[in-house]
Nanobody, 122 residues
Framework: QVRLVQSGGGSVQSGDSITLACAAS???????VGWFRQAPGKEREFVSA??????WYTDSVKGRFTIARDNAAKTLYLEMNSLKPEDTAVYYC??????????????????WGQGTQVTVSS
């Protein structure tokens, strides 16, 4: 059972940057890994994912967010630049040892971090 522990987040101004980290209890170098977010009153939505077969982003964050994986440190990152108020949400990291071809659904991930709040004010 892989355990994911998140760090980072906080309150920033529009245009600022934040990097989220997600430390895994075991190696996740071959896992499908991803980031999701959930804004108040909304469903959890896909943000970005990474596998050796590719890297994917939702359209609203392309060019602003970067997903990265430090395999040696067993850590997943989400670098978020040019933040906007609409990026305000609780962000979750996720991982699964299998990749079935679907990376943007929460059901594709078995392991989840505890979530971390990101608040962007205008």
């Amino acid at each position: 059972q892989v355990r994911l522990v998140q760090s980072g987040g906080g309150s920033v101004q529009s245009g600022d940057s934040i990097t989220l980290a997600c430390a895994a209890s075991d190696k996740i170098s071959t896992y499908l890994v991803g980031w999701f977010r959930q804004a108040p009153g909304k469903e959890r939505e896909f943000v970005s994912a990474m596998h050796w077969l590719g890297t994917w982003y939702t359209d609203s964050v392309k060019g602003r967010f970067t997903i990265a994986r430090d395999n040696a440190a067993k850590t997943l990152y989400l670098e978020m630049n040019s933040l906007k108020p609409e990026d305000t949400a609780v962000y979750y990291c996720a991982a699964d040892p299998r990749y079935t071809g679907v990376y943007d659904l929460a059901g594709s991930y078995q392991h989840w971090g505890q979530g971390t709040q990101v608040t962007v004010s205008s």
